[in-house]
Nanobody, 128 residues
Framework: QVQLVESGGGLVQAGGSLRLSCAAS????????MGWFRQAPGKERDFVAS????????YYADSVKGRFTISRDNAKDAVYLQMNSLKPEDTAVYYC?????????????????????WGQGTQVTVAS
């Protein structure tokens, strides 16, 4: 079992920045890949970014590439999403997720069904 708790969401003006955090517990955090997804009202949950167990490999959705940065601190059992140059279309509930099926692998998935555990989400609202 893995428990994930997101924090850091809020209301920000367009062009601003936010840093999301996700605290993990329950399994060896440093062994598995992590991802961030988001879901806007009435829409499907979409991939944002993912990072391998070591942090050595990352992958981003085209819509956030160059603006968002995913990172992790295995000593703190945490993964982060630094979001810069935010746009109103970034408004969504943001979820972190854990992929336990590719332990110690450089594979970083981007499909919802590749992830086994999910946090409760944190709301990000970008005002125009």
């Amino acid at each position: 079992q893995v428990q994930l708790v997101e924090s850091g969401g809020g209301l920000v003006q367009a062009g601003g920045s936010l840093r999301l955090s996700c605290a993990a517990s329950g399994r060896t955090f440093s062994s598995y890949a992590m991802g961030w997804f988001r879901q806007a009202p009435g829409k499907e949950r979409d991939f944002v970014a993912s990072i391998s167990w070591s942090g050595g490999k990352t992958y981003y959705a085209d819509s956030v590439k160059g603006r968002f940065t995913i990172s992790r601190d295995n000593a703190k059992d945490a993964v982060y999403l630094q979001m810069n140059s935010l746009k109103p279309e970034d408004t969504a509930v943001y979820y972190c997720a854990a992929d336990l099926r590719n332990n110690y692998s450089d594979y970083v998935g981007y499909y919802v069904d590749e992830y086994d555990y999910w946090g409760q989400g944190t709301q990000v609202t970008v005002a125009s």
